[in-house]
Nanobody, 120 residues
Framework: QVQLVESGGGLVQAGGSLRLSCAAS????????MNWYRQAPGNLRELVAS???????TYAHSVKGRFTISRDNAKNTVYLQMNSLKPEDTAVYYC??????????????WGQGTQVTVSS
């Protein structure tokens, strides 16, 4: 059973830093692209960053140069280092992956989310 468990959110002042972690289980972690999404109140969920199986990186324009996604395949964990945080980064952050199963085929899996609040 695929499980994604985020941690590391919290309250931080503008300009501060946080590191989010997502511990994964139930699939071959090294075979999967891993993503971080976020959703602010009243907004659609948006892709923040992705890391490929060979560590190719993709970032949303709004976070490029401030956020860094990384993975540790030995620990089945993906990270999101967030620096120079802004109030507009306030959102619930979700870990995501797409995984193939013999019954459902390709499916999206999500963690429970972790709240990040940036005060001005």
């Amino acid at each position: 059973q695929v499980q994604l468990v985020e941690s590391g959110g919290g309250l931080v002042q503008a300009g501060g830093s946080l590191r989010l972690s997502c511990a994964a289980s139930g699939f071959i972690f090294s075979n999967n692209v891993m993503n971080w999404y976020r959703q602010a109140p009243g907004n659609l969920r948006e892709l923040v960053a992705s890391i490929g199986t060979r560590s190719s990186l993709t970032y949303a324009h709004s976070v490029k140069g401030r956020f860094t996604i990384s993975r540790d395949n030995a620990k089945n964990t993906v990270y999101l280092q967030m620096n120079s945080l802004k109030p507009e980064d306030t959102a619930v952050y979700y870990c995501n992956t797409k995984n193939w199963g013999p019954v459902a085929g390709w499916s999206d899996y999500w963690g429970q989310g972790t709240q990040v609040t940036v005060s001005s």
